[in-house]
């Protein structure tokens, strides 16, 4: 349930930026959303459309694009993409090593919208 929080913090980002912009109309929003995050797509924009009544981004449609797991390897320092599914059995691919560090995949951000 914790979509409901991220989600109120996405509009009240939103809704700044149209206030300074003097938008009128918020129609769509792109986010990116890290693949170890746990959010579900189809909650984040059932609560969006909740909480966004009466405001300019009422209707407003999430473009959600899920941003890959990055690891760097402590040892060397490379950084590499990672499979969700191979995560627990990962080594560097330039050194072998095995302790990683987490660079990005489970955040989320606003990547841009579209207005009127």
């Known amino acids: 349930m914790h979509e409901l929080q991220i989600t109120e913090s996405i509009l009240g980002v939103v809704l700044r930026h149209a206030a300074q912009h003097d938008v009128r109309k918020v129609v769509r929003i792109h986010l990116r959303v ?5 959010l579900v797509d189809e909650w ?8 966004s009544r009466g ?10 694009v899920r941003s890959p797991i990055v690891v760097r390897c ?5 950084s590499f993409e990672v499979d969700k599914d191979d995560l627990g ?6 050194c072998a090593g095995s302790r990683l ?3 990005s995949g489970r955040g989320y951000f606003i990547e841009n919208m579209e207005v009127l």
């Open 34 to 38: 890290g693949e170890l995050s746990d």
């Open 89 to 94: 059995a990962v080594a560097c691919p330039d």
């Open 55 to 64: 405001t300019p981004a009422e209707g407003a449609q999430l473009a959600i």
């Open 44 to 51: 984040i924009q059932h609560y969006f459309d909740y909480l």
């Open 101 to 103: 560090e987490l660079v």
């Open 74 to 78: 402590a040892a060397c320092g490379r």
